[in-house]
Antibody, heavy 128, light 107 residues
Framework: QVHLEQSGTEVKKPGASVKVSCKAS????????MHWVRQAPGQGLEWMGR????????IYAQKFQGRVTITTDTAINTVYMELRRLRSDDTAVYYC?????????????????????WGQGTLVTVSS | DIQMTQSPATMSASIGDRVTITCRAS??????LAWFHQKPGKAPKLLIS???TLESGVPSRFSGSGSGTEFTLTINSLQPDDFATYYC?????????FGQGTKLDIK
């Protein structure tokens, strides 16, 4: 059974860093990319970035460039999201979500995919 | 960035009703549009991908249509489990972006 298990609730002070983990099970870890999406209290969903576990390649939303780093440890099928210089408006639930790797088919049609499995979410509260 | 605009923001309906939610993209995204629903305290759940492809296990009362910039999600014969917040999301290009959500509650 495919499952993404995230680390637990965090409480941080402004200016600190947080590192959230996401452990995957039930599928070939390097066959799927892992994304991070966050949701502030009562708000919508916001994409933060993505990592390709097979290459370590990352892409981040411009809003988080310089403050976020997504890494992976393929030995333990785990992805990490570190957010630095935390502010009060970073208070949110942070989700990891799996996305199948894009590819070109035999007709040269490009297939791309979206978030089919999500972690349970990790609440990060930033407060002085 | 591609902006996704959903309407309505909130709606009320009764069990058995048919409802439609609209999502507009600020530029063409072909068919790379997904619909999710989310219940309080839970992660979003993928309902439809590629604008109209129903995910495995999702009831057939859900359907999606559209391409380019205009998309709709239709729910036929609303069931109690359907009252939730619905989001559209484009995955044509980075940064992936979501609509602001449509909260569907019981009339």
């Amino acid at each position: 059974q495919v499952h993404l298990e995230q680390s637990g609730t965090e409480v941080k002070k402004p200016g600190a860093s947080v590192k959230v983990s996401c452990k995957a099970s039930g599928y070939t870890f390097t066959g799927y990319n892992m994304h991070w999406v966050r949701q502030a209290p009562g708000q919508g969903l916001e994409w933060m970035g993505r990592i390709k576990p097979n290459t370590g390649g990352t892409i981040y939303a411009q809003k988080f460039q310089g403050r976020v780093t997504i890494t992976t440890d393929t030995a333990i099928n785990t992805v990490y999201m570190e957010l630095r210089r935390l502010r009060s408006d970073d208070t949110a639930v942070y989700y990891c979500a799996r996305v199948e790797t894009s590819y070109y088919d035999s007709s040269d049609y490009y297939w791309t995919f979206t978030f089919d499995v999500w972690g349970q979410g990790t609440l990060v509260t930033v407060s002085s | 960035d591609i902006q996704m605009t959903q309407s309505p923001a909130t709606m009320s309906a009764s069990i058995g009703d048919r409802v439609t939610i609209t999502c507009r993209a600020s530029q063409s995204i072909s068919e790379w549009l997904a619909w999710f629903h989310q219940k309080p305290g839970k992660a979003p759940k993928l309902l439809i991908s590629k604008a109209s492809t129903l995910e495995s296990g999702v009831p057939s009362r859900f359907s999606g249509s559209g391409s380019g910039t205009e998309f709709t999600l239709t729910i036929n014969s609303l069931q109690p489990d359907d009252f939730a917040t619905y989001y559209c999301q484009q995955y044509d290009s980075f940064p992936y972006t979501f609509g602001q959500g449509t909260k569907l509650d019981i009339k």
